[in-house]
């Protein structure tokens, strides 16, 4: 009962820059992300309309979300905390955007300075004004298979964070392995309780590959009916205020792994490798991937 498509949503220009020390300069991001426009993805998430100081790799938001050329069909995201970064990506013309918080409070109060009851009222008027505004609304929800600060969070306290941001109208949630400790166990335990309450196509899976569970917890994921993944070429990638956050899993790996089960994404593996080649060839260091790896030894 595996789909017969995924949907992947390349974080990459996000997640993955957000946490490289190397600051690549707007043009080249520009040029990176009108490539991944090439591949036959249908989502990238461009950047993020955070503060500068907390994120500086993605201080030129504004000037990347700008400056791509948008290719029709493609839905081009960006992550928002608050009116103020969405008063920014609105005015970049961003076709869905992101609000993010965490199920574990400690790891909320880390990466964005507030309590979690402080942080609804706010994004409820990101929602609200974002969905009024003609926008599709994404809901992340980081540390839901366990938090760097607190351990452990229970499935209740998960469903509590996302039941809240669905009232408030996001029309997809994507749910958040911050720091990648889940086990293809807990993710079958887990979904085995989300499927009863939310419908399946309103779940996506945010799997970093820190242990390197990644893939197989995709794979238990694909047996609950979902069909959607985020993921990072080339395995970029981390959470700054998530210490020993590595990579999302690897877009090319992914794309590799269903292509080869017979599940159709509607990317070309070789321009894939092509806009990895560019990236590896601004961070000035190999990428993490196996793909890249079998790609850098030929
Ligand atoms: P704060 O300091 O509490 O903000 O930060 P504030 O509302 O008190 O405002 C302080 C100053 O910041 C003001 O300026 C605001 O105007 C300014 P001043 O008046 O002092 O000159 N400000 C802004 N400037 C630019 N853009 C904005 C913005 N907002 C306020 N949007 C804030 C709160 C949320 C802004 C801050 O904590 C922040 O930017 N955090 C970002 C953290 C982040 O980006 N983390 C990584 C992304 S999440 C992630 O990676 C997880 C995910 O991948 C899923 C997973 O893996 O689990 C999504
Ligand atoms: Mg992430």
Redesign the pocket.
């Known amino acids: 009962n595996w789909p017969e498509k995924v949907t992947i949503k390349e974080v990459g220009p996000r ?1 993955g820059l ?1 946490n490289e020390k190397v600051i690549i300069p707007a043009q080249s991001k520009m040029e990176w992300i009108d490539q991944l426009s090439d591949t036959g993805l249908s989502y990238i998430e461009v950047t ?5 100081k ?2 500086p790799q993605l201080s030129d938001a504004a000037l990347v979300a700008k400056g791509i050329k948008r290719k029709p069909g493609i839905t081009y995201a960006a ?1 928002v ?2 009116q ?2 969405l008063e ?1 990506a609105l005015a970049a013309n961003i076709d869905d955007i992101s609000v ?1 918080m965490s199920s574990s409070e400690t790891h909320n109060l880390k ?4 309590s979690i009851s402080d942080t609804f009222p706010i994004l409820k008027d990101v929602i609200r004004t974002a969905a009024n505004s003609g926008k599709t609304v994404r809901g ?1 929800v ?2 839901v298979f366990g938090c760097p600060y607190e351990g452990e969070v229970s499935t209740d306290q998960v469903f509590r964070v996302c039941d809240q941001l669905f009232e408030y109208g996001i029309d997809e949630v ?1 749910l ?1 392995d ?1 720091i990648g400790v889940a086990s293809p166990r807990q993710v079958a335990l887990f979904l085995e309780q989300a499927v009863k309450r939310y419908d399946m196509s309103q779940i996506a899976l ?1 799997f ?1 590959d820190t242990r390197g569970m990644a893939l197989a917890n995709i794979l238990e994921s694909l047996n609950y009916g979902i069909d959607t993944f985020d993921s990072s070429l080339g395995g970029l990638g981390g ?3 998530a210490p020993g956050a590595s990579g999302n899993v690897a877009t090319d790996d992914l794309v590799h792994m269903l292509h080869k089960m017979g599940i159709h994404t509607g990317i070309n593996p070789e321009k894939l490798m092509k806009a990895a080649a560019m990236v590896q060839s601004f961070l000035e260091k190999p990428l993490p991937s196996h793909q890249m790896a079998v790609n850098n030894a030929q």
């Open positions: 997640d957000q993020s309309f955070v503060h500068p907390w994120i992550l905390p608050n103020r970064g920014s993010f990466n964005i300075n507030k992340y980081s540390t994507s958040g911050t945010h970093h959470c700054p205020y």
